[in-house]
Nanobody, 118 residues
Framework: QVQLVESGGGVVQAGGSLRLSCVVSGTIFSILPMGWYRQAPGKERELVAT???????NYADFVKGRFTISRDNAKNTVYLQMNSLKPEDTAVYYC????????????WGQGTQVTVST
């Protein structure tokens, strides 16, 4: 059974930083394209960043230059380093994995709340 468990959310002042982690179990992590998404109250879930095993990372325009996605295949973990946080970054952040061996079946974590105060 594939499981994704996020951690690292919290409350931070505007301009601060947080690092989110997502540990994956139950599958071969190294082959999975991984991503981070977020969902603010009353809004649809949106892509934040993605990182495949070999490809360069992909970022949404609203986080370019502030957020960095990385992965440690030895630890089955993907990270999201968030710097220069803004109140509009407040959302629940979700980790996502797609399995190319199973028609890109998607898996999601439970989400972690990030709140940026003014």
């Amino acid at each position: 059974q594939v499981q994704l468990v996020e951690s690292g959310g919290g409350v931070v002042q505007a301009g601060g930083s947080l690092r989110l982690s997502c540990v994956v179990s139950g599958t071969i992590f190294s082959i999975l394209p991984m991503g981070w998404y977020r969902q603010a109250p009353g809004k649809e879930r949106e892509l934040v960043a993605t990182k495949s095993r070999l490809a360069t990372p992909n970022y949404a325009d609203f986080v370019k230059g502030r957020f960095t996605i990385s992965r440690d295949n030895a630890k089955n973990t993907v990270y999201l380093q968030m710097n220069s946080l803004k109140p509009e970054d407040t959302a629940v952040y979700y980790c996502n994995a797609r399995d190319p061996r199973r028609s890109n079946t998607e898996y999601w974590g439970q989400g972690t709340q990030v709140t940026v105060s003014t």
